[in-house]
């Protein structure tokens, strides 16, 4: 089942949660070996998997090369190129249009969880495949 942020998860992981810091970060996604790669970049402990710690760390890193002026938080501006605005508002619990770190987490752990289909607290790249390949509800 996918969630109502639309598919954020694969937006974030396939277009700009892959980056292993901020070099990565502005290097487009040519396919998806490259985007493999950069999982086992994210895979601290190389078990394979990416669990709920690893991927708080990735997201959170995603998070500040995002915000590029340090504001402590996001604005449709900054992720324009990878959110619609639809989603960016549903997101935004606050409707303030500013998406704080905790926002932009709560809703990566929900397609994240989403994606867990074993329910093991991890992620595998082919769990993350899999995921993307659902067709939507």
Do not use: C
């Not at 809703?107 to 607290?121: E, I, K, R, S, T």
């Amino acid at each position: 089942m996918r969630t109502r942020y639309g598919l954020l998860l694969v937006v974030i992981v396939l277009a700009f949660g892959l980056a292993g810091g901020l070099a990565l970060a502005q290097t487009p996604i040519a396919g998806q070996g490259d985007w493999k790669a950069r999982f086992q970049a994210h895979d601290r402990n190389k078990d394979g998997r990416v669990d709920r710690s690893e991927f708080q760390e990735w997201m959170t890193e995603v998070f500040y090369i995002r915000d590029k002026d340090r504001k402590g938080y996001l604005v449709i501006e900054d992720v324009r190129d990878q959110m619609n605005l639809e989603v960016f508002k549903a997101v935004n619990r606050k409707g303030d249009g500013k998406l704080v770190l905790r926002e932009f987490l709560n809703a990566l752990f929900v397609d994240f969880g989403a994606a867990d289909v074993n329910g093991n607290g991890a992620v595998t790249a082919e769990e993350i495949e899999a995921y993307i390949k659902r067709p939507a509800n």
